[in-house]
C-alpha cells in the first residue's frame, strides 16, 4: 500500500499530538521525516516513525520541558536537549549556527542529550538554502567493529554537508554514513523479513552474513575498509567527547527506544562570505558542476532530487509490518488511521 506525502504529513502530525507533543515540535518532525522518505532514504522516514512513539511511551523522549544553551560564544554554542525529539532540537541548533555564520563567518553548534533527528541531509540544508555550507556530524549507538576487530564500538556516524547554489537545477549535498549502510537498512530489512545484501555486515562471530538480525547483533562493515573506519574513529570524538556526549560502547538510545539517548551531533555552518565571497564561491561551484555533468558525472544529491520527483508524484511505499505497527499505535489513542492510506 501508499500514502501520499500530504497524508503522510498529516498522519504524522497527528499522532504525535495525539501523544502529548507541542504542535510546534510536531510540524518539525513531520517535515524532517517527510523529507526522508521523499529523499529515498525510507529507513530514516516513516519507517523509523515507531521508533519515536515507542520513545514517548517509555519517557526517553521527553514531551514536556524545552532545550537551553548551556554554553555560547560569537561563532559557538553548546546545546542540552533535555531529551527532547532530536529533529527539533537539531533544527533550533541548526538556526542558531547560520546566525552566528552570518554575523562571525562560521557557527559551531554542539549537542547532547537530544535523540534520533532522521536524515542529517535536512539540517545541513538549512545552511544551503541561506547560501552557507552545512556541516552535520553524529555518532550512533555501537554498530560496527573497529578495524580488524569484532565487536561492534562505534556508530555508523553520518557526516553530511550541503552546498550552495546559484543554478536552480543544482541540489548539492553529500549525506552518507561511514558503513557501508545505515543501521536503518538492517532495521527495514529484518521488520519485512528480508536478507542484507552480502558484504554488508558480521555476526557476533566476525563470520559475514546476510541475516539481519545477526548484523545487528554484530557489526556493519565500514565503508572502503580503513578509510570508512578511521572518519567513523574521528566522528565518534567529535560528536562525543566535544560535545559532552558519549562515546563507543557508552552510546545509547539511537535505534533502542527504551533507554535515554547518549549520542552527540556537530553542527557546523561557514559563510563564505567572509572568505573569498559568496557570488564568487557560488560561480565556481556551478561552473565545477556543469564540467562534471558535461563527463556525464552524478552530482551528489542527484539521486535525491530524482527519489523527490518520483516519490512525491506516486507517493510512499508502506509494507504490511509498519502499516500494522502504525495502526496499532494509533488505535491506543483512540485514533483510525486507514482512510490516510491508499491500497
Known amino acids: 500500500m501508499k500514502i501520499s506525502i500530504d497524508n503522510e504529513t498529516k498522519l504524522i502530525e497527528t499522532m504525535l499530538e495525539a501523544y502529548g507533543v507541542e504542535s510546534k515540535e510536531a510540524k518539525i518532525v513531520a517535515e524532517v521525516v517527510v523529507d526522508g522518505d521523499l529523499k529515498g532514504f525510507s529507513t530514516h522516514g516513516l519507517g523509523r516513525f515507531p521508533q519515536y512513539i515507542k520513545s514517548i511511551k517509555a519517557g526517553t523522549i521527553k514531551t514536556d520541558g524545552d532545550y537551553e544553551i548551556e554554553k555560547e560564544s560569537a561563532s559557538s554554542a553548546m546545546i542540552n536537549g533535555n531529551h527532547k525529539f532530536g529533529h527539533y532540537v537539531t533544527v533550533k541548533a ?10 562571525t563567518g562560521v557557527g559551531i553548534v554542539g549537542i547532547h542529550d537530544s535523540n534520533h533527528y532522521g536524515i542529517a541531509g535536512y539540517y545541513a540544508d538549512l545552511a544551503s538554502i541561506q547560501d552557507m555550507i552545512g556541516i552535520v556530524i553524529s555518532n550512533t549507538e555501537p554498530a560496527m567493529a573497529a578495524f580488524g576487530g569484532k565487536k561492534a564500538l562505534l556508530g555508523t556516524n553520518p557526516i553530511t554537508i550541503s552546498i550552495p547554489s546559484d543554478d536552480i537545477d543544482n ?5 552518507m554514513a561511514t558503513s557501508i549502510t545505515a543501521r536503518g537498512k538492517l532495521l527495514e530489512s529484518k521488520r519485512k523479513g528480508e536478507p542484507i545484501p552480502e558484504g554488508m555486515a558480521l555476526d557476533k562471530d566476525g563470520n559475514p552474513t546476510t541475516d539481519p538480525a545477526e548484523g545487528l547483533e554484530g557489526s556493519i562493515l565500514p ?5 570508512g573506519y578511521g572518519l567513523a574513529f574521528m566522528f565518534e570524538l ?7 556526549a558519549a562515546c563507543g560502547e557508552k552510546v545509547e538510545g539511537t535505534a533502542t527506544p527504551d533507554v535515554m539517548c547518549t549520542k552527540g551531533d556537530l553542527l557546523i555552518v561557514i559563510n563564505p562570505e567572509f572568505f573569498g565571497g559568496s557570488m564568487q564561491f557560488k560561480f565556481y561551484v556551478d561552473q565545477f558542476v556543469r ?3 558535461e563527463e556525464n558525472g ?8 530524482q527519489n ?9 511505499e508502506v509494507d504490511e509490518a509498519l502499516y500494522e505497527q502504525l495502526t496499532e499505535m494509533a488505535q491506543e489513542k483512540g485514533l483510525d488511521i486507514t482512510s490516510y492510506f491508499d491500497e
Do not use: W
Not at 223 to 227: A, M, V
Open 171 to 175: 541540489y548539492i549535498c553529500l549525506d
Open 298 to 305: 552524478v552530482i551528489p544529491g542527484d539521486r535525491e532530487v
Open 291 to 293: 564540467e562534471i555533468r
Open 238 to 244: 567529535l560528536a562525543g567527547p566535544l560535545v559532552s
Open 94 to 103: 541548526m538556526d542558531l549556527a547560520v546566525k552566528k555564520a552570518s554575523e
Open 223 to 227: 565503508f572502503g575498509g580503513f578509510k
Open 308 to 316: 523527490i520527483s518520483t516519490n512525491y508524484e506516486n507517493g510512499i
